[in-house]
T-cell receptor
Framework: GAGVSQSPSNKVTEKGKDVELRCDPISGHTALYWYRQSLGQGLEFLIYFQGNSAPDKSGLPSDRFSAERTGGSVSTLTIQRTQQEDSAVYLC?????????????????FGNGTRLTVT | DAKTTQPPSMDCAEGRAANLPCNHSTISGNEYVYWYRQIHSQGPQYIIHGLKNNETNEMASLIITEDRKSSTLILPHATLRDTAVYYCIVRALYNFNKFYFGSGTKLNVKP
């Protein structure tokens, strides 16, 4: 079946501009995560959505970053007034999530990310 | 949350078994061990996970020591396409939205 889809795959923007990154999770997955990966580094947690619960925003690096998830499916990560240090690959993942038996340990399935370059 | 320690790189001959170690000495009883790999320019790919019993699937085997302080991912017959960075992750049951990726092990499979 279809995996996690992210768009665009690449985005080049000028410093100070706003960008929106999109994630389509796997159908039926109630949990959605955003991570970012700087060049040669590990993954950094940004934000987590689970169903209709309030998102866990504890990983967002500044108030320039925000995310929403409409209808419990598609998510958009928005970066306002981009800075050069925002350049990274932004990865989205989804999982079964929820409180059902076995769902808390369901693996995350990642998309191939959006490579953001801020010039 | 428990952290993991992995060697930065390993080499393996094509066709041989690749054994990737991971130390997680501060792991708690409710924390699962997950393995992912990342091939250049792609998102991380799920491989396998376990709590305390050894696990096997079509991709790999996971061996967890009895005290759970370390584990080994085994790729039984490594191919060139298995060249990737392999991440060992400990995931807490009650903080399961936080998936902490460390630096991983770069596995180089050589012909």
């Amino acid at each position: 079946g279809a995996g996690v889809s992210q768009s665009p795959s690449n985005k080049v923007t000028e410093k100070g501009k706003d960008v929106e990154l999109r994630c389509d999770p796997i159908s039926g997955h109630t949990a959605l995560y955003w991570y970012r990966q700087s060049l040669g580094q590990g993954l950094e947690f940004l934000i987590y959505f689970q169903g209709n619960s309030a998102p866990d925003k504890s990983g967002l690096p500044s108030d320039r970053f925000s995310a929403e998830r409409t209808g419990g499916s598609v998510s958009t990560l928005t970066i306002q007034r981009t800075q050069q240090e925002d350049s990274a690959v932004y990865l989205c993942a989804s999982s079964l999530g929820g409180a059902g038996v076995g769902s808390y340990n369901s693996p995350l399935h990642f998309g191939n990310g959006t490579r953001l370059t801020v010039t | 949350d428990a952290k993991t320690t992995q060697p930065p790189s390993m080499d393996c001959a094509e066709g041989r078994a690749a054994n990737l170690p991971c130390n997680h000495s501060t792991i708690s009883g409710n924390e699962y061990v997950y393995w992912y790999r990342q091939i250049h320019s792609q998102g991380p790919q799920y491989i396998i996970h376990g709590l305390k019993n050894n696990e096997t699937n079509e991709m790999a085997s996971l061996i967890i020591t009895e005290d759970r302080k370390s584990s080994t991912l085994i790729l039984p017959h490594a191919t060139l396409r298995d060249t990737a960075v392999y991440y060992c992750i400990v995931r807490a049951l009650y903080n399961f939205n936080k998936f902490y990726f460390g630096s991983g092990t770069k596995l180089n499979v050589k012909p």
